[in-house]
């Protein structure tokens, strides 16, 4: 990522930002990139699969539409108001939670983050390598380069990615918009022998509960990457523009592809992300299938740059929460290296048909993350207003000392409550399984730990010592700047 240097103000290639607070001479950007760098950073094959569900349970396309339209909709409020901690604060997204839990109680949505990284990455490495053509006795090979393509990138940083991320939404629209076209003229009206629907249900409501719940789990689970994007950006950026450019990025992606999942599934019988999309490319041209899935590898590659480059700063904060290490270009290479050979060696390790159980792996942690994201927006837009001393918390030794109870309390509390509502391959919670397996803990999660750290710590006034702290930071921030 470009980064301002000391002795002449010019960029280098590589960043040198990592979990330390980015100096307003180095802020750079323009509002209305987030929207681009969201689009295309949604709009990956794992997205579509969200969109199978409805259909896969008997619930008609346009209430299988609905469901993700709604629940779009709901998850993506929560996940675009991240984007305004970004320019307000100047810090990765994840040790901006050091004011609410501590630089050591933090510790556990840290480790539940980079496990979701990584889970992601690997599964994005294994659709990768399908959509390329990569037979199973050539993943040794394969596996590696497209993970070490995705490290390339992640070491390069933060400006990279955006500038790829811009140009893939390009690419993307004019490919997808060809076969979205294409699909809603096609199958509807295609003769019944050729493109019969799979089923004739209409209303089933555990069908439209579970498509909802995924939409929305699934745009809530981008928490924890979004001020990692926007931290670059001026202070002076408008809030409103910004989280509005974040929420129509990942919203109209994610609408978008699960719609035209829910369509593709509700005509093709076990459909599937790779051969899906490649058959109905090369209805429209033959080989334009090809293309398509091509296209959509490239795509999975630029947002496992994005996962790598999250999972380095994340698992940088839990480390230094620790042991305390100075942010370098260093840190930052030897961190991403670390990522990518984990990944590596979950990928080569499992199993084909393990898959299920490695999505409901990733699900698991994603619970972790939801009570986190609830207690982050309410501290910063309800308790402290957007005013936190940057200096302590990069420390970890500061005002916000090493544990935080009310935002630990208030968390383990959410969590609980989830329960009953999870549902996995491997535990489903008693209420989800009145539903019929719909999964409606994050919205559980959401409520109950927000209004607990409300009452924990939203009746307590700032004290004078955190005000003391604030000012230190700022004096501090401003002399480096």
Not at 158 to 171: C, E, F, G, P, S
Not at 368 to 397: E, H, M, Q, S
Not at 439 to 456: E, Q, T
Request: glycine share 10%; net charge neutral.
């Amino acid at each position: 990522m470009s980064t301002h240097e000391q002795n002449g103000g010019s960029r280098s290639i590589i960043e040198s930002r990592s979990i330390d607070v980015v100096p307003l001479s180095e802020r750079h950007g323009k509002v209305w990139h987030q929207g681009p760098f969201w689009f295309a950073g949604n709009f990956v094959l794992t997205t579509m699969v969200v969109g199978f569900t409805g259909p896969s349970m008997g619930l008609g396309l346009g209430y299988s539409i609905l469901a993700v339209m709604l629940g779009v909709a709901f998850g993506t409020f929560f996940m675009a108001f991240h984007a305004n901690q970004g320019p307000a604060m100047g810090l990765a997204q994840m040790i901006q939670s050091r004011a609410q839990f501590g630089s050591r109680g933090v510790i556990l949505p840290l480790v539940a983050t980079v496990f979701v990284y990584i889970g992601f990455l690997v599964f994005d490495t294994i659709l990768v390598a399908e959509g390329i053509g990569v037979s199973s006795n050539a993943t040794w090979f394969w596996y590696p380069v497209i993970i070490g393509v995705s490290i390339v990138i992640a070491v390069v940083g933060h400006d990279l990615l955006h500038i790829i991320q811009r140009w893939m939404t390009y690419l993307l629209i004019a490919v997808f918009a060809v076969i979205t076209l294409y699909s809603v003229v096609h199958f509807p009206t295609a003769p019944v022998d050729e493109a019969a629907p799979i089923t004739t249900a209409g209303w089933v409501l555990s069908g439209f509960l579970v498509q909802f719940s995924l939409a929305a789990g699934y745009n809530i689970s981008y928490s924890v990457y979004v001020s990692d994007y926007t931290r670059y950006l001026p202070p002076t950026s408008s809030a409103p523009k910004l989280i509005g450019a974040v929420y129509a990025g990942a919203g109209v992606s994610a609408i978008w592809l699960m719609s035209l999942g829910a369509l593709l599934a509700s005509y093709i019988p076990d459909a599937g992300p790779i051969a899906t999309i490649r058959e109905v490319g090369d209805m429209i041209i033959p080989g334009f299938g090809t293309v398509a899935v091509l296209v959509s590898s490239i795509a999975l590659v630029s947002i496992m740059g994005v996962n790598a480059y999250g999972a380095m700063l994340t698992g940088a904060s839990a480390v230094d929460g620790f042991r305390p290490m100075k942010p370098t270009v260093r840190l930052r290479v030897v961190s991403l290296v670390i990522v990518g050979l984990i990944a590596l060696c979950v990928a080569l390790a499992i199993p084909e048909d393990y898959l299920d159980s490695f999505n409901s792996f990733v699900g698991l942690m994603l619970y972790f993350l939801i009570p986190w994201t609830a207690v982050n927006l309410v501290d910063f837009y309800i308790v402290r207003r957007g005013r936190y001393a940057l200096t302590d918390i990069v420390a970890g030794d500061g005002v916000y000392g090493r544990w935080a109870w009310p935002g630990l309390v208030a968390y383990a509390v959410g969590f609980v409550a989830m329960i009953p509502f999870f549902s996995l391959s491997f535990f489903t919670g008693p209420v989800a399984a009145m539903m019929d397996g719909a999964d409606m803990s994050f919205a559980v999660g959401l409520l109950v730990s927000g209004l607990s750290y409300i009452f924990l710590a939203g009746r307590k006034p700032v004290t004078s010592g955190e005000e003391e702290a604030i000012k230190r930071s700022a004096e501090a921030l401003e002399a480096n700047r």
